[in-house]
């Protein structure tokens, strides 16, 4: 009986290892970013903007679409579908909560620019921690109606 014991924990081990020795496990994996159509969306041109311009007004719904399908393409595999962190990656329905809850409209606005800024430079430049890539960078992968847009999409999710 002792020798089947030792043989069930023997394979148990080996199946153990064998799943991980597979190769290291990555955060991001060999991705590749998925263009974004943002031709149904007004162009931005070259000069980034500090806020998202698609927060109102008559492009909010096309931004909205098209933000939705960007992000599922090439964040959520990161921070989770539909921006439900599983807990890897930032919970992104969180990033301006804060400003969510301000009563005061200028303290509001103010609030979600700042947000903006720091949203699009992360996106843009990615994060980096002793040497360790948390975010790539999507500067030049992204447009900024593209990157925009998925900010749109991500103010729809707040929790």
Same mark, same amino acid.
Not at 9 to 33: K, N
Not at 46 to 68: F, Q, T, V
């Given at each position: 009986?002792?020798?089947?014991?030792?043989?069930?924990?023997?394979?148990?081990?080996?199946?153990? +290892?064998? =799943?991980? &020795?597979? %190769?290291?496990?990555?955060?991001?994996?060999?991705?590749?970013?998925?263009? $974004?159509?943002?031709?149904?969306?007004?162009?931005l041109?070259?000069?980034?903007?500090?806020?998202?311009?698609?927060?109102?007004?008559?492009?909010?719904?096309?931004?909205?679409?098209?933000?939705?399908?960007?992000?599922?393409?090439?964040?959520?595999?990161c921070?989770? +579908?539909? =921006?439900? &962190?599983? %807990?890897?990656?930032?919970?992104?329905?969180?990033?301006?909560?804060?400003? $969510?809850?301000?009563?005061?409209?200028?303290?509001?606005?103010?609030?979600?620019?700042?947000?903006?800024?720091?949203?699009?430079?992360?996106?843009?430049?990615?994060?980096?921690?002793?040497?360790?890539?948390?975010?790539?960078?999507?500067?030049?992968?992204?447009?900024?109606?593209?990157?925009?847009?998925?900010?749109?999409y991500?103010?729809?999710?707040?929790?």
């Open positions: 009986m002792k020798t089947q014991h030792r043989l069930l924990a023997l394979l148990s081990l080996c199946a153990s +290892l064998t =799943a991980f &020795s597979a %190769g290291p496990v990555l955060a991001h994996g060999d991705v590749t970013p998925q263009a $974004v159509d943002t031709k149904a969306l007004p162009q041109g070259d000069e980034w903007r500090p806020d998202n311009p698609y927060r109102s007004g008559d492009a909010h719904k096309e931004a909205l679409r098209i933000g939705s399908s960007a992000y599922n393409q090439n964040c959520a595999r921070h989770g +579908l539909e =921006a439900v &962190s599983g %807990g890897i990656a930032p919970d992104l329905r969180k990033l301006d909560g804060d400003c $969510v809850a301000l009563a005061d409209a200028k303290k509001k606005q103010a609030c979600q620019s700042e947000i903006s800024q720091f949203y699009a430079t992360t996106v843009r430049k990615g994060r980096t921690r002793d040497g360790r890539v948390y975010m790539p960078p999507f500067d030049g992968v992204l447009s900024q109606e593209a990157v925009w847009a998925i900010k749109t991500l103010e729809s999710r707040h929790e």
